[in-house]
């Protein structure tokens, strides 16, 4: 019960602007640059339920799996009112675009490290860091008003440095350690469309201040494989796929120009 008391104390807090600047507003923002942060749900990327490995006959068969992982953002953009409703952003979001490999045995022809690398694989994670650069329209409601609800949508590019493709596992053995390539890649990075959309509401706090909650649908592009190779260490069929990374983000404006409202 305290715990909850405390959490509406707090939500209240950050929400509600003092009253006696409160009853003052009625200014609307036009100029406006934002630092947010969010949380983004992770999804899964490709998956390959019967993979060679070792050129035996028959040959050694994995199953393996890649996801995209839950993580943060950190975001900064600027956006220009010239008018009540309408106005255009410029976003550019860094996210950590990594991924958690699985990996399962389903058939090994004799003695071969295929078991010891797809241990190795299971469970696997990799950070990496994407950059999206994005830009596009904003409309909202109720400029003049504490309370703000806006929507937008923004198209761009993401630039990512970790390959989506390449998947190795390794093995220990008498002579020292050892590798296998399961999936190999021509390309450590890439760049890839992006579209950004996203619903929320800015709160009024002080003078030229104001905190922001939004719920963002960042649809990314990344490649995933669309089947298997007939041999390891080679790279796999793969196109770029559309995967749609739901965030919670929370973000301070801070107003730069102001067009005067009344004054009560």
């Known amino acids: 019960m305290r715990l909850r008391r405390l959490v509406c104390v707090l939500f209240g ?10 009853q003052r507003t009625g200014d609307q923002a036009r100029l406006i640059f934002t630092l947010s942060a969010g949380v983004i749900a992770g999804k899964d990327l490709w998956s390959v339920g019967a993979q060679p490995i ?27 009112f010239p008018g009540e409703h309408f106005g255009v952003e410029m976003d550019g979001l860094l996210l950590g675009l990594g991924f958690e490999d699985a990996c ?10 295929t078991g010891a690398a797809c241990q190795n694989i ?26 703000s609800p806006y929507a937008r949508g923004n198209l761009g590019l993401i630039f990512s440095n970790q390959s ?37 509401f800015t709160a009024a706090v002080a003078r030229g201040y104001q905190i922001r909650w939004e719920v963002r649908d960042n649809i ?20 770029v796929d559309y995967k749609h990374l739901f965030s919670l983000t929370i973000g301070f404006d801070v107003v730069l120009e102001r067009r005067p409202g009344r004054r009560y």
């Open 164 to 200: 989506s493709l390449r998947t190795i596992g390794d093995f220990n053995t008498s002579s020292g350690p050892g590798s296998i390539t399961i999936y190999d890649d021509d390309h450590e990075s890439r760049v890839d469309p992006a579209f950004l959309l996203g619903v929320g």
């Open 220 to 239: 990314v592009g990344v490649n995933r494989i669309t089947g298997p190779t007939s041999q390891a260490s080679v790279v796999p069929p793969h196109k």
């Open 54 to 80: 070792q050129p035996t006959n028959p040959a050694d068969t994995i199953a393996v799996s890649r996801k995209i992982r839950s993580t943060l953002s950190i975001g900064f953009s600027g956006t220009y």
């Open 104 to 113: 399962r045995q389903i058939f090994s022809a004799g003695p071969s490290n």
């Open 13 to 22: 807090t950050a929400v509600l602007p003092p009253t006696s600047w409160a």
């Open 122 to 147: 299971q469970g696997r994670e990799k950070a990496a860091t994407a950059v999206v650069l994005a830009a596009g329209p904003v409309f909202r409601l109720n400029s003049r008003s504490l309370v």
